[in-house]
């Protein structure tokens, strides 16, 4: 008989990936459509980038600013698990991270160039938190992901 | 054995700033990343890029943490001895250490270089410091701010870099 052993892992949070799983909770938003896609349609649902971008953006977003918030390390954003689900949104994640420039600065200072391929940063606002924001609001308004 | 916060949540600076004295600028010195870092900038960074930096502010590589009167030290954390630094705290005139914690948290004051907050959200990232391996020291005194000791200093050029992760492949 095989002794069944409890695996317990202390130092891991596990509350950010439970959040992420409600959603799909006979309850929760994206489980409501499915089963009604499912039942009208009789497929799966094919959810655009835009509507999974507005619900997931804030989950992940909240996952990399309280894991990351005590790093000084960039690296530890676009390391983060939660950056990838992000990443693979798209363009479509672009609206929902530029409004949230302001409330978590450094997580998308430091993952904006990542995911867009260039910077909008002038070599004389590097370092310089406002002056970085606001280079990169000036370049969403130009490519009109904010308005 | 504490740590005692002295400001609220701050993005205009990071650890690196706050170990050399400064309030206003974020320091990094990788070159994917918008950081202000006063040297060319490397691809990787390592434990020699730092030291370079606080060369320019008159430190220079000790052996230990312990206080020395007449001196101010930095502590540099790892997680190995080759890897990137994760975390920089400045001696105070007391003995205590005070730190940043990263670049959108708070900053305090701690008795020993092992002690960070215990509560949500710091604990956990503060995990992921390694130890502190490194240190530092400069004589006491007055120094020149941040853009005086880097005026007239050979930058980058700041052309776009492709990065080759993003949306655009």
Known sequence: MSSAVATR???????????????????GPLARSYVRNYVYHYELPNYTPDFLARYFVPVFAQALRDD?????????????????????????????????LDQEPFVWLSALPFLVGET???????????????????????????? | MA???????????????????????????EAAFDMEWPFPRPETCSVADFAQLFALFGYERCNTEMYEAGFEKIALYSVTPNSAPEHAARQLQDGRWTSKLGGGGIDGIHDALADFPTEEPYNK???????????FRRPRGQYPSYEQATMGMPRDAGAPRIISVGFRR
Not at chain 1, 76 to 85: R, T
């Open chain 1, 9 to 27: 892992r202390p130092h891991v949070d596990l509350s950010k990936e439970r959040a992420y799983a409600d959603l799909f909770l006979p309850n």
């Open chain 1, 120 to 147: 909008a940063v002038t070599p004389e606002h590097r370092g310089r938190t406002a002056a970085m924001i606001n280079d990169w609001k000036l370049w969403a308004r130009n490519h009109h992901y904010l308005v």
């Open chain 2, 125 to 135: 990232s503060c995990r992921l410091y390694g130890g502190a391996r490194f240190f």
């Open chain 1, 68 to 100: 990351t918030i005590a790093s000084s390390n960039p690296r530890a954003v676009i390391n983060h698990w939660a950056y990838a689900p992000i990443a693979s949104l798209g363009e479509a994640a672009f609206p929902f991270i530029f409004e949230r």
């Open chain 2, 3 to 29: 740590w005692h916060k002295t400001s609220e949540k701050s993005s205009d600076y990071n650890c690196i700033a706050w170990a050399l004295g400064f309030d206003h600028i974020l320091l990094w010195p």
